[in-house]
């Protein structure tokens, strides 16, 4: 299974921006790159998806390196609502819909 | 319009009972995924159905099983149940199959084994 690396907690001061980072040296050409973020008592939440390029939504940015072996998801502002688990996860082509998650960073973030 | 719906929200069973749990995807959405969630393994996940087949299967014991139903609506069922069983069992539905699409999930059923 490819795997990827996160710490395993960063912290954060609100309305600043945050960069979360993602190690996956073993990714192959046609994985994409998942994140998702799980809030305390409920179920993941879809952030943010790539293969190459940089990609931009309203909730956030992911930053993909040239050689695709790492990636950083940034959360412009930091808010407290965005303290949460924030998996990086690698999604196989041969896989269907199967996520495989790994520990995540727990993101704590201070008023 | 409105999300990934799962019942019951909580149950609680005893050992050697069997229970079903159901999910219903947002509209439109054909692929449904489940996933267990312990505080010691994490999010696993169990399998995923795509028009009423199964196309994906994780590493659990054939008490596990699932369905799915014409209306994409989802079902998933454990037997025989084991202390090691009690989880939040969290259901994912996305418009396709593939590693191209966001998943969404719902809040989850938290079931307990006594």
């Known amino acids: 299974d490819a795997k990827t690396t996160q710490p395993n907690s960063m912290e954060s001061n609100e309305e600043e921006p945050v960069h979360l980072p993602c190690n996956h040296s073993?990714?192959?050409?046609?994985?994409?790159i998942h994140w998702y973020r799980q809030l305390p008592s409920q179920g993941p939440e879809y952030v943010i998806h790539?293969?190459?390029s940089n990609v931009n939504n309203r909730m956030a940015s992911l930053a993909i390196a040239e050689d695709r072996k790492s990636s950083t998801l940034i959360l412009h502002r930091a808010t407290l609502r965005d303290a949460a688990v924030y998996y990086c996860?690698?999604?196989?082509?041969?896989?269907?819909?199967?996520?495989?998650f790994g520990g995540g960073t727990r993101l704590m973030v201070k008023p | 319009k409105a999300g990934v719906t799962q019942t019951p929200r909580y149950l609680i069973k005893t050992r050697g009972q069997q229970v079903t749990l159901s999910c219903s995807p947002i509209?439109?959405?054909?692929?449904v995924s489940w996933y267990q969630q312990t505080p010691g393994q994490g999010l696993q996940f169990l399998f995923e159905?795509?028009?009423?087949?199964?196309?994906n299967k994780g590493n659990f014991p054939g008490r596990f099983s699932g369905r799915q139903f014409s209306n994409s609506r989802s079902e998933m069922n454990v037997s025989t149940l084991e202390l090691g069983d009690s989880a939040l069992y969290l259901c994912?539905?996305?418009?396709?199959?593939?590693?191209?699409?966001?998943?969404?999930f719902g809040s989850g059923t938290r079931l307990t084994v006594v």
């Open positions: 073993t990714i192959s050409g046609t994985d994409y």
């Open positions: 509209s439109g959405h054909r692929s």
């Open positions: 994912a539905s996305s418009t396709r199959t593939g590693n191209n699409y966001g998943y969404t």
């Open positions: 159905y795509f028009s009423e087949t199964q196309r």
């Open positions: 790539g293969l190459t």
């Open positions: 996860i690698l999604s196989e082509a041969n896989a269907g819909n199967m996520l495989t």
